[in-house]
């Protein structure tokens, strides 16, 4: 009775503030409307003709031997990237947590390794394995002789996808075991028991959840991924490519609406099972942090042998991201070595550089502000408000997170150029501007949304109660209290949504009109041609921006961040 009551209560609340009614209201809408509309025009496109109702859009496309190829290719990629993902990503993070590393360098380089693929262009590494592995490789060529070796394909796509994804298992293990009570481990060794038995028998068991979890999270990441496969698959389709080719190639927009269908229902179905199986168990098995520090391993002859093999690995990748800034230096690739500045200058000169880094610039930038500013908006609904559609609320801002950019990117295309709004103000922002700048939002929404949730869930309810006791209104405390108190989660969203922004393609390279010209487009666009020289020069220039935005947000955090305030004040 107390609880209904309370809930009661809160109801009213909500209802006599119309600040916050009419901010519930937007959420919906927006979320409804860029989210849910697209995907459910794509599902009633793929189902409805002229004719009604019909299954025959489905058993055309089935029946394309392209088509069942792509789905195989698709999931062989994906159960190999997942697997191997997820063992190098434990490794590294049992070698930092476990280890005793003789010096802070490794530690430092691991770091490295895993903020590399966050700030650099998805598909920058299937150009260093080109020019590395290639049949004009520096390694295959000119170190080893070989003439011929062909890295297009499954293995060439295999190779670049764990470089690229392990650095998320690296992450995610990296806070599993670092949350184990080292007292249960201890116990086993004083039993008798040899490192890998403690290993396979207690610290196994505890972070098997996790194992699952992480594998699931590199899985959908692998099967949605566009750039990668469309530079170094060659022949060898998967489904992101054949929906971008059925739509780009063939012209068939029914058909293509179809195979996002399949494809949106795999990473649908891998998602719900890793969000709300898989993350909780991973939750429940670990309830807390050590009670201790972890004896760190001494023994040479399993700390010299792990940790050599994470050396070379990050080694390995950073030296891959280093052959890109050399590949827009030298006058011709796997030819001639001479340094020269002419790939560089014809970014501007040739390509267009300066236009295509500026509407880039100007799109992502109008894009993070008000994605970082709607997670927080958002996660200060879920966490600290109660009212009947917060869970949709909830549900729906992360839904983007396991829809594959392809397949939003064709919704938007049935949703926005006809669907419901085929006129009207709605279809007026199709081949905009506009609708770039939504769709930066939506990509990037469910990393802000998770971020500030963490973040507002450590602050105390009371100090924002004391707030309304006094007669603030909830816009009031959103932006006086708790924003504040939350800046850093914040400013952190604010960077990876420009990041995400600036570096996207999967989504918008079905949407992007001549109008406009980005980054990532124009350096797919290069790599397909096989112009490796100025989509080195583009993709340094974009490291280099996204690098310096991520330096920056850190200057920013350190200098003027939550923690350096509340240090102040606790030593006055």
Avoid at 129 to 135: A, D, H, R, T
Avoid at 553 to 561: A, D, E, H, Q, S
Wanted: glycine content about 8%; hydrophobic content about 50%; some cysteine.
């Amino acid at each position: 009775m107390a609880t209904s009551r309370s809930a009661q209560l809160d109801r009213k609340k909500l209802m006599a503030d119309p600040i916050l009614v009419t901010t519930i209201v937007v959420l919906i809408a927006f979320l409804t409307l860029f989210i849910l509309y697209p995907l459910a025009i794509l599902m009633v496109d793929s189902f409805l003709t002229e004719d009604g109702p019909t299954l025959a859009i489905f058993q055309r496309v089935l029946g394309m031997p392209g088509f069942r190829r792509a789905i195989t290719n698709t999931l062989k990629v994906g159960f190999l990237v997942g697997i191997l993902s997820t063992i190098v990503g434990l490794l590294f993070a049992y070698v930092e947590e476990y280890v005793q590393l003789k010096t802070k360098f490794m530690s430092g380089l691991f770091k490295v390794v895993s903020m590399l693929p966050v700030v650099s262009p998805p598909f920058v590494l299937s150009l260093s394995v080109i020019m590395l592995f290639g049949k004009a490789g520096i390694i295959t060529r000119h170190l080893l002789g070989i003439y011929d070796n062909n890295v297009y394909g499954f293995w060439g796509i295999c190779l670049v996808q764990t470089l690229t994804f392990f650095p998320v298992c690296y992450m995610m293990f990296k806070g599993l075991l670092r949350n184990i009570d080292p007292s249960l481990e201890e116990a086993a060794r004083d039993m008798g028991a040899s490192r890998m038995k403690v290993f396979t028998s207690v610290t196994f068991p505890l972070i098997l959840p996790g194992i699952g979890n992480a594998f699931l999270v590199t899985f959908i990441e692998s099967i949605a991924d566009f750039a990668n496969p469309m530079i170094i698959g060659g022949s060898y389709d998967t489904l992101a490519t054949s929906i971008y080719l059925q739509i780009t190639g063939a012209y068939d927009k029914d058909g293509a609406a179809a195979m996002a269908v399949v494809l949106l229902a795999i990473t649908l179905l891998m998602f719900v099972v890793q969000k709300y199986v898989l993350e909780a168990k991973s939750t429940a098995t670990l309830t807390g942090k050590a009670s201790r520090a972890r004896m760190l391993i001494t023994d040479n002859s399993v700390r010299i042998p792990l940790a050599a093999i994470c050396m070379a690995i990050a080694i390995f990748v950073i030296g891959m991201y280093i052959c890109v800034p050399f590949g827009g230096m030298f006058k011709t690739w796997g030819r001639d070595f001479t340094l020269t500045t002419k790939w560089f200058e014809q970014v501007f000169t040739r390509y267009d550089g300066l236009a295509t880094f500026k509407d880039s610039f100007v799109l992502s930038l109008i894009a993070s502000p008000i994605t970082s500013l709607l997670s927080m908006i958002i996660s200060y609904m879920v966490v600290k408000r109660d009212f009947r559609s917060k869970g949709f609320i909830e549900a729906v801002s992360m839904l983007a997170m396991a829809v594959p950019g392809t397949v939003l990117g064709v919704g938007y295309i049935r949703g926005f150029s006809g669907g419901l709004f085929g006129t009207g103000i709605l279809q007026g922002i199709y081949g905009t501007g506009i609708i770039l700048v939504i769709v930066f939002i939506v990509r990037s929404l469910p990393t802000g949304t998770r971020s500030g949730i963490s973040a507002l869930r450590q602050i105390d309810k009371s100090i924002e109660e004391s707030a309304y006791d006094m007669g603030a209104d909830s816009f009031t405390v959103f932006r006086t209290v708790t924003l504040p108190l939350i800046k850093d989660s914040f400013l952190a969203g604010l960077v990876t949504a420009f990041v995400r922004s600036i570096t996207a393609i999967s989504a918008i390279i079905l949407l992007v009109t001549p109008q406009y010209l980005l980054i990532t487009v124009r350096i797919n666009e290069l790599a397909e041609k096989g112009s490796f020289g100025p989509a080195c020069a583009f993709a340094t220039i974009l490291i280099a921006i996204t690098y310096g935005a991520v330096l920056l947000m850190n200057l920013v955090i350190k200098y003027f961040g939550t923690s350096r305030k509340i240090g102040a004040t606790e030593e006055d």
